[in-house]
Protein backbone atom coordinates (compact mmCIF):
# COMPACT_ATOMS: atom_id res chain seq x y z
CA UNK A 1 0.00 0.00 0.00
CA UNK A 2 1.14 3.59 -0.59
CA UNK A 3 1.36 6.39 1.50
CA UNK A 4 2.01 9.82 0.45
CA UNK A 5 3.27 12.82 1.99
CA UNK A 6 2.94 16.45 -0.17
CA UNK A 7 4.87 19.22 0.94
CA UNK A 8 6.17 22.69 -0.37
CA UNK A 9 2.92 24.74 -0.53
CA UNK A 10 3.13 28.07 0.93
CA UNK A 11 2.34 32.06 0.80
CA UNK A 12 3.38 33.86 -2.99
CA UNK A 13 2.70 36.60 -4.43
CA UNK A 14 0.65 36.52 -7.78
CA UNK A 15 2.86 35.62 -10.91
CA UNK A 16 5.02 33.48 -8.54
CA UNK A 17 6.36 29.99 -8.65
CA UNK A 18 6.00 27.18 -6.22
CA UNK A 19 7.20 23.31 -6.31
CA UNK A 20 5.04 20.91 -4.67
CA UNK A 21 6.78 17.29 -3.65
CA UNK A 22 4.44 14.62 -3.37
CA UNK A 23 7.07 11.86 -1.74
CA UNK A 24 5.43 8.34 -1.24
CA UNK A 25 6.64 4.99 0.43
CA UNK A 26 5.18 1.50 -0.88
CA UNK A 27 6.73 -0.76 -3.22
CA UNK A 28 3.54 -0.11 -5.91
CA UNK A 29 4.48 3.60 -6.21
CA UNK A 30 6.52 3.63 -9.49
CA UNK A 31 3.75 1.57 -11.23
CA UNK A 32 1.39 3.93 -10.30
CA UNK A 33 -0.40 6.92 -11.48
CA UNK A 34 -0.12 9.82 -9.39
CA UNK A 35 -2.55 12.51 -9.91
CA UNK A 36 -2.53 15.85 -7.91
CA UNK A 37 -5.60 17.61 -6.85
CA UNK A 38 -6.74 20.97 -5.21
CA UNK A 39 -9.86 22.22 -3.15
CA UNK A 40 -10.42 25.83 -2.60
CA UNK A 41 -12.19 27.74 0.08
CA UNK A 42 -15.45 26.83 -0.81
CA UNK A 43 -14.99 24.81 -3.80
CA UNK A 44 -15.04 21.09 -4.37
CA UNK A 45 -12.00 19.16 -4.86
CA UNK A 46 -10.96 19.47 -8.70
CA UNK A 47 -7.91 17.74 -11.47
CA UNK A 48 -5.02 19.71 -11.76
CA UNK A 49 -2.55 17.39 -12.98
CA UNK A 50 -2.07 13.26 -13.46
CA UNK A 51 1.44 11.28 -14.49
CA UNK A 52 2.05 7.91 -15.55
CA UNK A 53 3.94 5.59 -13.76
CA UNK A 54 6.30 5.52 -16.07
CA UNK A 55 6.20 9.00 -15.99
CA UNK A 56 6.01 9.42 -20.06
CA UNK A 57 2.39 10.39 -20.15
CA UNK A 58 0.69 13.24 -18.74
CA UNK A 59 -2.57 15.42 -18.84
CA UNK A 60 -3.70 18.55 -17.07
CA UNK A 61 -6.46 20.53 -16.12
CA UNK A 62 -7.42 23.38 -18.91
CA UNK A 63 -7.18 26.23 -16.24
CA UNK A 64 -3.36 24.99 -15.57
CA UNK A 65 -2.15 23.90 -18.71
CA UNK A 66 0.96 25.39 -19.58
CA UNK A 67 1.61 27.30 -16.25
CA UNK A 68 2.20 23.87 -14.08
CA UNK A 69 4.12 21.01 -15.26
CA UNK A 70 4.32 17.54 -13.06
CA UNK A 71 7.09 15.41 -12.98
CA UNK A 72 8.43 12.18 -11.20
CA UNK A 73 11.76 10.66 -10.06
CA UNK A 74 10.68 6.78 -9.73
CA UNK A 75 14.32 6.79 -8.12
CA UNK A 76 13.46 9.15 -4.95
CA UNK A 77 9.94 7.74 -5.33
CA UNK A 78 8.79 10.88 -5.66
CA UNK A 79 6.26 13.41 -7.84
CA UNK A 80 6.38 16.84 -8.51
CA UNK A 81 4.65 19.61 -9.30
CA UNK A 82 6.07 22.73 -10.43
CA UNK A 83 3.96 25.76 -10.62
CA UNK A 84 4.85 28.90 -12.45
CA UNK A 85 2.59 32.52 -13.31
CA UNK A 86 0.56 31.61 -9.75
CA UNK A 87 -2.97 33.36 -9.73
CA UNK A 88 -5.25 34.45 -6.52
CA UNK A 89 -7.34 31.88 -8.05
CA UNK A 90 -4.82 28.85 -7.92
CA UNK A 91 -5.18 29.50 -3.87
CA UNK A 92 -5.90 26.03 -2.51
CA UNK A 93 -5.36 22.63 -0.36
CA UNK A 94 -2.99 20.77 -2.89
CA UNK A 95 -3.42 17.32 -2.67
CA UNK A 96 -1.69 14.06 -4.00
CA UNK A 97 -3.44 10.76 -4.94
CA UNK A 98 -2.50 7.38 -6.47
CA UNK A 99 -4.18 4.95 -8.69
CA UNK A 100 -2.51 1.81 -9.09
CA UNK A 101 -4.12 0.74 -12.12
CA UNK A 102 -5.21 3.23 -15.38
CA UNK A 103 -5.53 6.70 -15.57
CA UNK A 104 -8.28 9.62 -14.38
CA UNK A 105 -9.37 12.96 -13.96
CA UNK A 106 -11.88 11.54 -11.20
CA UNK A 107 -10.93 12.05 -7.53
CA UNK A 108 -13.41 9.06 -6.20
CA UNK A 109 -10.65 7.14 -8.85
CA UNK A 110 -7.83 7.22 -6.88
CA UNK A 111 -7.09 4.97 -4.28
CA UNK A 112 -4.89 6.81 -1.54
CA UNK A 113 -4.51 10.17 -0.56
CA UNK A 114 -2.06 12.24 1.27
CA UNK A 115 -2.64 15.15 3.65
CA UNK A 116 -2.49 17.84 1.12
CA UNK A 117 -0.29 21.29 1.32
CA UNK A 118 -1.90 25.05 1.39
CA UNK A 119 -1.39 27.11 -1.43
CA UNK A 120 -2.10 30.77 -0.84
CA UNK A 121 -1.35 33.29 -3.92
CA UNK A 122 -1.94 37.17 -2.76
CA UNK A 123 -2.60 39.33 -5.44
Known amino acids: QVQLIESGGGLVQAEGSLRLSCTAS????????IGWFRQGPGKEREFVAW????????NYADSVKGRFTISRDNAKDTVYLQMNSLKPEDTAVYYC????????????????WGQGTQVTVSS
Open 26 to 33: GRTFSSST
Open 51 to 58: ITGSGITT
Open 97 to 112: AAKLFGISKLATQYNV
